[in-house]
């Protein structure tokens, strides 16, 4: 029911009668926060528009917010909006030539009460928001982006564009203070006024992106830039044949955004997403609606799954941003499936362009034209999707151009934004573990778009999308200093943000039903358990973590561990016991493999106290609190390099704590003990621990090898593939035979970082040599890791200087 009147004027009734016509053509989508504290909400639209009115009536009856025509609470005022520009001429055309007369007279009214409380919210409304000047011309003046008539533009929008109607409540403001009751000038109208329009804006350009121009003449501007002419005259060659080259790898590289083609794609994710997934979480977008009007964003995802981008492409048009220019690798450049993507913000490049500097400078110089342009941009910095479920080291290339376009100077600051996704049920899973197993990486084709319409009778769970904290580019390349860091050599701008990235990343880590199943389960020797103690587990992992989001920006299912059961049971992914064993829940050979990439997901999250269980858990007698932070902070660098997360030393400390809280350890003085052996709390630490053990055995194998063959034995790659037979040699007789455990990659990031810490380096030949913290190590390690790992290192095979 309206909660307010509208007069019976011949005005009146046109007014609802135009209401009830555009409340049945369309249907507006809205974004924005509406839960205002104060009751006297105070409405500015940009523009003079009786259809902007009506849309954002009818909005505010959606969203139960005050309405437009209902009287403030001061004297002699029947309506709560104004318009900002006053529309002048035939065709209405917008001015800030005067002001509003309401706006003047709340600015009386509050200069003469300064008491009055006033929320003032500005409310953009779109009419179509084409990402660039199709070739159709009614869309491309149906749009937003073109200056035409107002009346002409909307007229044509109810027409064309009424399901891609946006209305936009920006942040709310308070009425200005400060001006006297004297004074004549309206100063208090001329700040405010100043404010909103610098609001309108930035928010034009957040959701609509800038105006960009035809792509021939783009491409001619990239090839004309210094950079690629001094690229070409450097090349070798007759210069119009290697001009026509970068013509050609401009082209071939540039997106071509087209309005018609996403709004099809928009319709027919839509459709997809609501076959395979029960929904799509969107969180952290408050931070991230703020930087936009301010910054030209840099989208930095992880890279889970090819439904990455499309997924956060889809959730940006939902929430009103524009959509980014997207790093794509060629591979994707095929038939009919590449024309699409290019259409959608594509752009593709080459895997390698090292040798081809004239490629090279085109890539660079597209990059920073989109970059000056104002557009945003996202790139996935590990290069690939990862096969383990732990993040790939960060790829330079495009970071190292990012920061070469913030050197040469931008009209607006950059900001990287990191983005996690959390997918409950991988599209891609099997296709991961094939890959693992040995297999080669099929070649993406047209044929695995209608092969893969057969998902449509799956049930995928759910999808987070989380946005994490903005990294300020300015503030990063000011504070940066390769001296303090203690890595050999001092890493660069470009490794050092890489790293940054990857961190703040899984720093918005979303813990979902699956990852806490997983995270339990396969501590089991046989990846079977009881479901109570199942339940109790998964309890206590949610405590731990909502412990460990104090200090990072974790978040986890709101799901009981009950419910969490039922739910994953529900997507086929835990498998409960005959009538006789009903009580037990587990996993058969091939899900526990797949279930190693839900784990390694968020292993992160919970690595703080799981290494802590790892140390505790088979000691006998109590080690004093100093003496186990020690010993944490000297393995701890190593477990963060390889699950990319960074950690205070005082998280260490405040992890015991809660350990304590949960009985899962017992403090006598200045000592620490686990629970006695028959206690449940020893079993919840031993599982605890468990999560994190085959981190900790990685570790071990790569160290005891080094220790038992001795110095200049060696090379990085022989160790590398010692250690990944040796892993996968223990993994068959006495683990899950999970590919992930023997993959080489860990192994190679655990090389780099005992030669960053110091702790080991090459001589001239390549071969490796080390200093005595490495047998300190592998001693401190014989009461954590199994005897039969232990066992397994002098019988390895080497290869080295005598193989």
Known sequence: MRSHRISATPAGMIYRLSRSVLARLVKPNLVGTTNFEDPDVLYVLPQRSLADLLLLDLACEKTSSPPPLLPLSMPNEARRFFFLNRGAGFFRKNTMRNYSERMLRINRAHTQDPTLRLTVVPVSIYWGRAANKDRSLVRSLVSDQWLISARLRRLLGLVFNRSDILVRFGTSLSWPQGASSHDQGNSNVRKLARILRVHFRNERRAVLGPDLSNRRSLVEEIVASPSVQNAIESADGDWKTLESKARRDAFAIGSNMSYPTIRVLEGLLSWFWHRIYDGVDIQGFERLEQMAHTHTLVYAPCHRSHVDYLVLSHALFGLGLMLPHIAAGDNLN????????????????????????????????????????????????????????????????????????????????????????????????????????????????????????????????????????????????????????????????????????????????????????????????????????????????????????????????????????????????????????GGLLGHDPATAILMTWYRNNVLHVVAQPAMLACLLVNRRLPIKIDALERLAQTVLPYIEAELSFRSEPYETRRCLLELEKLDLVHSTGDAVTPPRKNAEGRLHLQLLANALMPTLERFYIAIALLNEAGNSVYTRRSLVETASRTARHYSVLYGTNAPEFFDPAPFRGLVRTLEKRGVVGSDKEGYLYFDASITELVRASHHIIKPELQHSIPSSPLTGRDA
């Open 334 to 581: 095929i038939p009919v499936i590449g024309k699409l993507l290019r259409r959608g913000g594509a752009f593709f490049m080459r895997r390698s362009f090292r040798n081809d500097p004239i490629y090279r400078a085109v890539i660079r110089e597209y990059l920073n034209e989109v970059f000056s342009r104002g557009h945003s941009v996202e790139y996935f910095i590990e290069g690939g999707r990862s096969r383990t479920g732990r993040m790939l080291p960060p790829q330079l290339g495009m970071l190292g151009m990012t920061l070469a376009s913030h050197a040469l100077g931008l009209p607006r600051p950059v900001a990287i934004v990191p983005v996690y996704f959390s997918y409950e049920k991988l599209i891609e899973a099997n296709a991961y573990l094939s890959e693992l197993r040995g297999q080669s990486k099929r070649r993406e084709n047209v044929a695995d778009v209608f092969r893969n319409l057969r998902l449509i009778k799956q049930n995928f769970g759910r999808v987070t999308l989380r946005f994490g904290v903005p990294i300020d580019l300015a503030s990063f390349v000011d504070n940066f200093d390769p001296k303090q860091h203690h890595a050999l050599p001092p890493p660069t701008a470009a490794e050092s943000l890489g790293h940054e990235i990857l961190s703040a990343i899984n720093d918005s880590a979303h813990v979902n039903p699956v990852n806490l199943v997983a995270l339990t389960t396969l501590s089991m020797p046989r990846f079977t358990i009881d479901e109570g103690i199942l339940i109790r587990h998964m309890d206590y992992l949610k405590k731990l973590i909502t412990t460990n989001s104090e200090n990072h920006n974790f978040s986890a299912t709101n799901l009981s561990p009950t419910q969490i059961v039922q739910h994953v049971e529900q997507l086929g992914m835990l498998q409960r016991g005959e009538a006789e064993d």
